[in-house]
Nanobody
Framework: QVQLVESGGGLVQAGGSLRLSCAAS????????MGWYRQAPGKQRELVAR???????GYANAVKGRFTISRDNAKNTLYLQMNSLKPEDTAVYYC??????????WGQGTQVTVSS
């Protein structure tokens, strides 16, 4: 069983930065990938960033160059560094961990609001 607890969301002005954290508990030694999704009201859920067990990263075009996903294996924590934030980044951000065959676990989500 896996639990994901997110923190770091909040209100920030356009151009500012936030760092989201996702603390994982339970056994994730065999995970395939971890990532961040976001969903704004009235919009489809979208993948923001993803990092595989091998360290390969990928980003949505909308955040490429501004966001950085990373993982601290010793702390069992996933991060999303969000720089140069825009109002369009406003959404609920979800941490996920993906296992082959088993599927994905999701965090509770954390609200990020970027004001103009």
């Amino acid at each position: 069983q896996v639990q994901l607890v997110e923190s770091g969301g909040g209100l920030v002005q356009a151009g500012g930065s936030l760092r989201l954290s996702c603390a994982a508990s339970g056994s994730i030694n065999s995970f395939n990938a971890m990532g961040w999704y976001r969903q704004a009201p009235g919009k489809q859920r979208e993948l923001v960033a993803r990092i595989t067990s091998g360290g390969t990263t990928g980003y949505a075009n909308a955040v490429k160059g501004r966001f950085t996903i990373s993982r601290d294996n010793a702390k069992n924590t996933l991060y999303l560094q969000m720089n140069s934030l825009k109002p369009e980044d406003t959404a609920v951000y979800y941490c996920t961990v993906e296992f082959r065959y088993i599927g994905s676990y999701w965090g509770q989500g954390t609200q990020v609001t970027v004001s103009s």
